[in-house]
C-alpha cells in the first residue's frame, strides 16, 4: 500500500492531492472502524442483555397467564358442579323450610280450634248460665201466679199467724 502511495505521489501535484485524500480516508476509516470497536462491543453485550433479560420475563408473565387462564378454566368446569349443588342446598332448604312453616300452620291450627273449643265452653256455660237464671226467674213467676191466684185473704192471715208465732 506504501508503493502506491508513492507511485501517486510521484506523478504530480494534483495526484498530490488525490493522495492526501486517500490517507485522510483511511485514517478516518480506521478511527471509525476502532472507535465502532470499542464502543459496538459494551453496547451490543448490554443490548444483548436486555434482550435475554426482556424474553425471560416474556416468558415468565406468559407462565403466569397460562397458569391463570388455566385456573379460570378449572373454575369455570367446576362451575356446573357448584351450580348443581347450589341448587341441591336449595332444595334441601327449601324443604326443610317447607316441614317448618307446616309444622308452624298445624300448631296454629290447633291452637285456634283450640281457642275456638274454649270459646265454644265458655259461650256454652254462659247460655246454659243465662239459660238456668231464665227458667229460674220464669219459675218465680209461675209460682208468684200460682200463690197470688190461690192466695186469700184468710189463708194470708193463717199464714202470717204462724209465721209470727214460729218467730
Not at 470497536?37 to 406468559?62: H, M, T, Y
Not at 362451575?79 to 347450589?86: T, Y
Not at 256455660?125 to 213467676?141: H, I
Not at 201466679?145 to 208465732?165: E, N, Y
Request: overall charge neutral; hydrophobic content about 50%; cysteine-free.
Amino acid at each position: 500500500m506504501t508503493m502506491a502511495l508513492l507511485l501517486l505521489a510521484a506523478e504530480g501535484g494534483h495526484d498530490h492531492l488525490m493522495l492526501w485524500r486517500i490517507v485522510n480516508f483511511l485514517i478516518l476509516a480506521g478511527l471509525l472502524g476502532w472507535l465502532i470497536r470499542k464502543q459496538a462491543g459494551p453496547f451490543f453485550a448490554e443490548r444483548s442483555e436486555s434482550i435475554v433479560k426482556d424474553i425471560a420475563d416474556s416468558r415468565r408473565k406468559l407462565a403466569e397467564s397460562e397458569a391463570r387462564a388455566e385456573a379460570i378454566d378449572e373454575r369455570l368446569a367446576r362451575l356446573g358442579l357448584d351450580i348443581e349443588d347450589l341448587k341441591a342446598k336449595s332444595r334441601t332448604e327449601m324443604a326443610l323450610e317447607h316441614e317448618r312453616i307446616e309444622g308452624e300452620t298445624g300448631a296454629r291450627v290447633k291452637k285456634v280450634f283450640l281457642l275456638a273449643d274454649q270459646e265454644v265452653v265458655a259461650a256454652t256455660k254462659a247460655a246454659r248460665t243465662e239459660l238456668q237464671a231464665y227458667t229460674a226467674q220464669l219459675a218465680v213467676e209461675l209460682a208468684e201466679k200460682k200463690i197470688t191466684a190461690r192466695m186469700t185473704p184468710d189463708l194470708q192471715r193463717s199464714l202470717l199467724g204462724a209465721f209470727v208465732r214460729h218467730l
